[in-house]
């Protein structure tokens, strides 16, 4: 009778998991399924590729901000009825987007889109708080990094393919239908075990008040702040990757396709080794661990770039530098997360927002460099990985209590 009501409980974890990792895919989906319509955005509205950019930048604006919002919201009210807020908003600015009569109409649009996908974004890390058992909450979030990870290599396939034989607007109209099976099966499969928290104010300054208390418990602000650079280094190679493999490296559009998607299967590959790992080596230890072989293969990085650039060093080591984040991803998500059980979705919030403000930093510094050089991406990278390794150690020496809280 155990084993039955065990088996009971693990297939409603897992359908749990299935709907949570299809809203927090929704971010990646909305921005990689539209990146190969930029040309045909562009010669649409009678515009430059840099002017559809915009749009880019409104949805990261969306992104940071939505989810600093939709935090204090879901601690208030609970989980499950801003979500589905969330997604309505989500399904209108798609058909917006859809519908878009100028670029400009498309740009708002897009910032509106982010703001619906957030919602999904912090309540897939909350919801996994709320319930999930502290130590099991690491190996639940590596389940969701697999659907995330997949979502990246997907997402430009599936918009390749709807732009080779309908337009551009059909992107944004299978995202507002994506978006409304996300609806129906949270509305249905998803609980809502959290108790809101009517305590909880929403007005302006006690919000920032309170992600202030947030971000100063030294358990969050050693954790979020480490897997925010670690995020900074992965935007940092997305950013350069087109650029570096087609022009320096000469590869074709389809060969880049192969090789992006090979390095992100290392990414999934990574984050679900980590859940058996976990299993046998405490969170804090792994990440700690895994943090001083990301600064060697940066480091590889960097000395490659300096000398010869070879491809096969170059592939090489972005290839375990993309299985290693794996780990390091859901792992420092979990222990960020590890202090709050009332405030989970404030602090979900907050450590979402880090990650896209990390990574548009990293991305801006990229950018900044038009050459074929390799040397750029490879200093980010290591600079972040350095900067991350740096407060997991900190933590390790200077917060003696904490670290036997975390450690259990």
Same mark, same amino acid.
Request: charged fraction near 15%.
């Given at each position: 009778m155990?084993?039955?009501?065990r088996?009971?409980?693990?297939r409603?974890?897992?359908? *749990?998991?299935?709907v +949570? &990792?299809?809203? !927090?895919?929704?971010?990646p989906?909305?921005?990689d399924?539209? /990146? ?7 010669d649409?509205?009678q515009t430059?590729?840099a002017q559809?950019?915009f749009s ?5 604006i969306?992104?940071a901000?939505?989810?600093?919002a ?5 601690d208030k009210?609970?989980r ?11 399904i209108?600015?798609?058909l917006s ?5 100028t ?5 708002i649009?897009?910032?509106?889109l ?5 919602a ?6 909350a919801v ?7 130590e099991?909450?690491?190996r ?5 990094m ?7 290599i *997907?997402a430009?396939? +599936? &918009?390749?393919? !709807?732009i080779?034989h309908?337009t551009?607007?059909?992107?944004? /109209?299978?995202?507002a239908?994506?978006a409304?099976l ?11 075990h959290f108790e ?12 920032l008040?309170k992600?202030?208390?947030?971000f100063?418990?030294k358990?969050f ?6 897997g925010s ?5 992965l935007f940092a190679?997305?950013s350069k990757a087109?650029?570096?493999f087609?022009d320096?490296?000469?590869m074709t ?7 992006f998607?090979v390095?992100a299967?290392g990414?999934?590959l990574?984050?679900q080794?980590?859940r058996?790992l976990?299993?046998?080596?405490r969170?804090?230890?792994?990440t700690?661990k895994?943090s ?7 480091? !590889?990085l960097?000395?490659?770039?300096y ?6 060093v170059?592939?090489?080591?972005l290839y375990?530098?993309?299985?290693l984040?794996?780990?390091q ?21 907050l450590?979402g ?11 801006y510094?990229?950018?900044l460099?038009v ?10 990278i290591l600079?972040?990985?350095?900067l991350s ?7 390790k020496?200077r917060e003696?209590d904490a670290l036997?809280?975390?450690?259990g």
């Amino acid at each position: 009778m155990q084993n039955t009501e065990r088996v009971r409980d693990r297939r409603t974890e897992n359908i *749990i998991l299935l709907v +949570l &990792g299809t809203l !927090i895919a929704i971010g990646p989906l909305s921005i990689d399924m539209y /990146l190969p319509s930029f040309d045909r955005i562009a010669d649409y509205f009678q515009t430059t590729k840099a002017q559809v950019g915009f749009s880019l930048t409104s949805y990261f604006i969306g992104i940071a901000f939505g989810q600093l919002a939709y935090g204090p919201i879901m601690d208030k009210f609970g989980r499950k009825k801003p979500l589905l807020i969330g997604l309505v908003i989500y399904i209108i600015s798609a058909l917006s987007c859809f519908y878009s009569p100028t670029l400009w109409w498309l740009i708002i649009s897009r910032l509106f889109l982010a703001i619906g996908a957030s919602a999904g974004m912090v309540a897939a890390k909350a919801v996994v708080r709320d319930v999930f058992p502290p130590e099991e909450v690491a190996r639940a979030i590596s389940f969701l990094m697999l659907i995330m990870g997949a979502a990246p290599i *997907i997402a430009p396939t +599936l &918009g390749g393919f !709807i732009i080779a034989h309908f337009t551009w607007q059909i992107i944004f /109209l299978s995202l507002a239908i994506i978006a409304s099976l996300m609806f129906v099966s949270t509305y249905f499969l998803l609980p809502d075990h959290f108790e809101p928290d009517k305590t909880v104010q929403l007005n302006v300054k006690d919000v920032l008040i309170k992600y202030k208390d947030i971000f100063k418990d030294k358990i969050f602000f050693t954790f979020s702040l480490a897997g925010s650079l670690t995020v900074g280094a992965l935007f940092a190679y997305i950013s350069k990757a087109p650029g570096l493999f087609m022009d320096k490296y000469e590869m074709t559009e389809s060969e880049f396709a192969i090789l992006f998607g090979v390095n992100a299967s290392g990414l999934i590959l990574g984050s679900q080794l980590n859940r058996f790992l976990l299993k046998r080596i405490r969170t804090y230890e792994l990440t700690l661990k895994i943090s001083y072989i990301l600064i060697f293969l940066s480091a !590889i990085l960097v000395v490659n770039a300096y000398s010869s650039q070879r491809f096969d060093v170059t592939v090489g080591s972005l290839y375990l530098i993309l299985f290693l984040l794996g780990f390091q991803n859901p792992n420092t998500t979990a222990l960020s997360l590890y202090p709050f059980i009332k405030k989970a979705g404030r602090a979900s919030a907050l450590i979402g927002s880090f990650k896209m403000i990390f990574g548009a930093i990293a991305s801006y510094i990229i950018s900044l460099f038009v050459d074929k050089n390799l040397m750029p991406m490879s200093i980010v990278i290591l600079v972040s990985f350095v900067l991350s390794s740096f407060f997991l150690l900190r933590f390790k020496f200077r917060e003696k209590d904490a670290l036997a809280h975390v450690m259990g």
